[in-house]
Structures are given as C-alpha cells and as structure tokens.
C-alpha cells in the first residue's frame, strides 16, 4: 500500500514539475475558484433571506412587535432606524396573518372602529366627544396617508364649543396637518387644493382658510386662490412682466445694433412704464344717422297748421288769459277785424343706439426709454464715428418707441417728444470684457473610451504575447521529450576500392610531398 502511494506520489511530483510556469498557474488559479464557487454557493444556499414584515413603524409598535417576536423564538432583524421589522420569508406570511388576528401592531390610535368594540360601555358626554375627535383624527390621517408622496400624517382638530345661546353667527372649526413626504417629492397646486378639500369636507364647518399644512421641514404648503391674489404676488408678477417687456425690446434694438456696428461695440439698456389697470367698462351711446347733418331718420312726422281772420276791432287783451282764448294769442273783441295763422310740426327721428361693453386688457406701454452706447471704431477718437451712423441710431431707436408705446384716444407723439425718450452716447468702453477664445477640450467620454480601447489592446497584446510564449514552450518541449535520433550514413559516401584507395593515397602524396610525386611520377614512365 506504501509502495502504491509513493508510486503515485512520485508521479504526480513528476507530472507537476513537468508542467511550465503558466500551466502551474492556470492549474492554482483553478483551484481557488473553484473554491470560491463552492464558498459562495454554500452561503446563498445555507443563508436565511428576511423581508419585512412591517415597515414605516413607530418605536413603540416596533418593540411591541420584537417582543412579540421573540416570545414565539422567530428570529427577526430591525432595520431603517428602528421602522422595519424583517423575518425569514418562508414565515412572513403566516407572522403577518397571526399578528393581526392578535391585534398587533397596536399603535394606540382610536378609529371608527373603538365604538363598535365598546359599544357596550357607558360613558359621558364628554368622554364621547373626546373619543370621537381622535377617530375623526385617526380616520383623516388614515386618508391622507394614501396620497403619493405621504409616508407619514398627523392631524389636530379643533372643533368649537356649542353655544347656549341662539345665535346665527356659528363658530368655525380649524385644523393643522403635519404631513411626513418623501424626499425630493414636489407636490403641484392641483395636488395641493385636492388636500385642501379633503381636510375641509372632512370636518364640518371648516373653511380652507383655517387650514394649515405644513411638512416636516417646516415647509408650509399655501393653498393659491385665483380670485384673490396677495399684494407680495401682485408686485411680484407685475415686475416679471416689466422686465420681461424691457428684455425683448433691449434684445431687438441690441440684435439690430449689434449687426450694424457689432455685438462688442454697442451696449443697449431699457426702462419701461407698464399700465396694469384692468378696466371693464359698458358704454350706451347715441349717435345721429347722417353724421354730416348730424340728423336721424324720420319715423313718423305730424304737421298741423290753422288760420283764422274777420272783421272787428283790432286784437287787443291780454293773450291766452280767458277761459276760451287761444294760449299764446290775443282775445279778440267784438267790432274788431283781425287774422291768424297757426302751425304745428312733429317729427319722430330714430338714431344709432350703440352699447359697448368694454374689458381693456392691463400691460400697456405708458412710456419708454431707450439708452444706447456706442464705442466708435477708433475708440481713442470719438470723431472717428460719422454723425450720419448716430442719426440713422437715433432715427432706429425713435421708430421703436414710436411702435412701442400705447396711443390713447388718438394722442400722437412729436418729434420732440421721441427725442426725449432716447439718448446716444459715443464713447470708449472702459470696462468691456475681453473674451478669449475657448481651446477645445476633449469630453470625459473620449477619455474613458480611449482608457477603455487603450485597456483592451493591451490585453490583447498580452493575451497574443502570452500564446506565443506557450507555444514556444510546448515546442521546446516536445524537442526535449524525443528520443535521439540515429545516425544516418551519407548519401554520398562511395564505396572503398582499391582503385578509390590508391588514388586518395596519389592525391594525398602530391598535395602534401610534391617532390616524391614527380620522382614516383618519373619511375612509372620509364618503366613503361
């Protein structure tokens, strides 16, 4: 048995110093993941995973629920501060099932649902009201719990006190929310007015003005009226329209200007005067129907004429003061001649009955300056700017303001009046910022993607460097590891004879004794 395993041992030694440095490496480095591998899966597979099993709880119901807990030996984590209870999910369910039958988490809070447990009870007045403003509490609290955003609500209610005496005056009741929100979460207006409502008609006889909701940051969410707008608001909208309207018209005149003369070499400021009155008004007029003649048209005319004469006295008495005079004409008396002549004309004229109701939109532009300065090409030389370019500025800035500004009841503005509205100024820029041309700069993506690139040409460089070096040492190898090779005999070694020796033994004799050649040389000759 020894024998075997030092047989095998002595192998294996063999075999691994055979082996070269990066197949040593491979065979470790193996050896070690595979042990990770199995570390790894044996922890996943004998580890237990909890899930929570309550969250966003209170201190006191979270003990309650780890004493509970760990009376029945489950073992339990508290996680988030204090607010999540965990357990191994295999039991989550059944735990959540049991404890609620038990009652738990009890939080302490009274809902609708005290007056039916202890219904039987007795109690005063008092005590019923008490109870019933914390179920009122608890239930509006329980609702504003399940708006987005809301992981957390507390709500206080303060309900008036009946009088004993008549009165139609009734006392309103108020309220104050204290809602927990998520972090970064922005609620809008229309969520906002949607909680408003939800508090106000929740409570009987609460207007939205006794309402205050405020988050845990002591941030105050204000409920916005359309109808009624605060005077900070009011200031606030109407200076944004202002500088609005003075920024687009400084932007037209700069862009214009700045063509002309260059962006560099202009600078253009603004004031405006914005009307922001809002008038709604009815107008009744009456207007002729020939507006030349200043006459209508004749619906109906009624002429009357009468005349009268005889002989008598002369008219005389007082006009119109008896019983059967004519007003306005002398009384006649007997023995008198006298005439008369009446007429009587009535004409009905219909005329333009026009009715105006008039709503006059607000943002008018009562007045407007315009201030330029321009930087002459030379700028050490005022002069150098011709007068002609500045009247043609000065003619561009007096037909914006003359476009600009609201004409009311047909005014007209003067020439005089525009030039009063704008001013040219043609003088160095002390101050003018010098701009430097930005250099290119390569983005941090092309850095990461060049360290990236860099990154796998150098690996595979390595991996190529490295395959290399393992093939010339398998090579190396496989040169070792051949058995020696016999020798083969010359292909062109030819056979020894006697001829072949004598005549190696001549060549030998000329090359090395000369003299003895030719003497041997001259025997075989005379001998012949």
């Known amino acids: 048995m020894n024998e075997k395993i030092k047989e095998w ?13 990066t197949q040593k490496m491979m065979v470790v480095g193996a050896f070690f993941l595979f042990l990770l591998i199995v570390g790894v899966a044996s922890y996943f597979a004998t580890r237990t995973n909890f899930v929570p099993l309550y969250s966003n709880l209170s201190p006191q119901e979270a003990g309650q629920i780890k004493a509970t807990l760990d009376k029945r030996g489950v073992e339990s984590e508290v996680a988030d501060n204090g607010t999540t209870i965990k357990v191994p999910e295999n039991m989550a369910d059944t735990l959540k099932v049991e404890l ?11 809902d609708y649902s005290f007056f039916t447990k202890n219904a039987g009870f007795g109690m005063t007045d008092n005590e019923f009201n008490v109870v019933k403003l914390k179920a009122m509490q608890t239930e509006l609290a329980n609702l504003i719990k ?80 359309d109808d009624q707008i605060s005077t900070a608001n009011a200031f606030t909208a109407q200076n944004e329209i202002k500088k609005q309207i003075e920024r687009d018209v400084q932007r037209q005149v700069q862009q214009m200007l700045g063509t002309m003369m260059g962006q560099d070499k202009v600078v253009v400021s603004v004031t405006a ?4 009155t809002q008038e709604n008004r009815e107008e009744n007029l009456v207007a002729p129907v020939d507006e ?63 009715k105006k109701k008039i709503v006059e939109s607000p943002y008018k532009v009562r007045d407007l300056g315009i201030q330029v300065m321009v930087e002459p090409p030379n700028p ?42 704008i001013v040219v100024s043609v003088q160095k820029f002390n101050g003018k910022t010098e701009f430097t041309e930005p250099q290119p700069t390569i983005p941090t993506w092309a850095y990461i993607a060049g ?78």
């Open 9 to 21: 041992l002595n192998r294996l030694t063999s075999f691994w110093g055979e082996r070269t440095k």
């Open 451 to 528: 360290g990236v690139l860099a990154a796998a040409v150098i690996g595979l460089l390595l991996f190529l460097l490295l395959r290399k070096r393992k093939k010339d040492e398998e090579e190396i190898d496989e040169i070792i590891d051949q058995p020696p090779l016999r020798p083969l005999p010359d292909i062109n070694e030819e056979r020894e004879t006697e001829a072949s020796l004598r005549r190696k033994q001549l060549e030998k004799l000329a090359k090395e004794k000369p003299d003895e050649f030719a003497q041997l040389l001259r025997t075989w000759l005379a001998e012949d």
């Open 146 to 225: 399940n708006i987005d955003g809301v992981e957390d609500a507390k709500v206080m209610i303060n309900l008036p006190q009946p009088s004993v005496f008549a009165t139609d005056d009734q006392e309103k009741a108020s309220a104050s929310v204290v809602l927990k929100t998520k972090p970064g979460y922005k609620f809008s207006d229309e969520q906002i007015k949607a909680l408003y409502r939800l508090v106000s008609k929740s409570v009987p006889n609460l207007p939205t003005d006794n309402i205050v909701i405020m988050n845990q940051y002591f941030e105050y969410f204000d409920l916005k009226n």
């Open 292 to 354: 030349q003649n200043k006459e209508g048209i004749a619906v109906s005319v009624q002429r009357i004429k009468e005349t009268y004469s005889g002989q008598g006295a002369q008219p005389g008495g007082v006009a119109g003061s008896g019983a059967t005079d004519v007003p306005s004409y002398q009384s006649s008396t007997s023995n008198s001649n006298g005439d008369y002549e009446k007429t009587e004309e009535t004409i009905n004229n219909e005329v333009n009955r026009i």
């Open 273 to 276: 005067d914005v009307d922001f």
């Open 100 to 110: 609620a039958s038990e009652g738990i988490p009890d939080s302490g809070n009274i």
């Open 380 to 421: 050490k030389d005022p002069n150098s700017l011709p007068q002609q370019t500045v009247d043609d500025i000065k003619k561009i800035l007096g037909t914006v303001v003359r476009t600009s500004i609201d004409k009311q009841d047909g005014q007209t503005l003067t020439d005089q009046d525009i030039q009063n509205r």
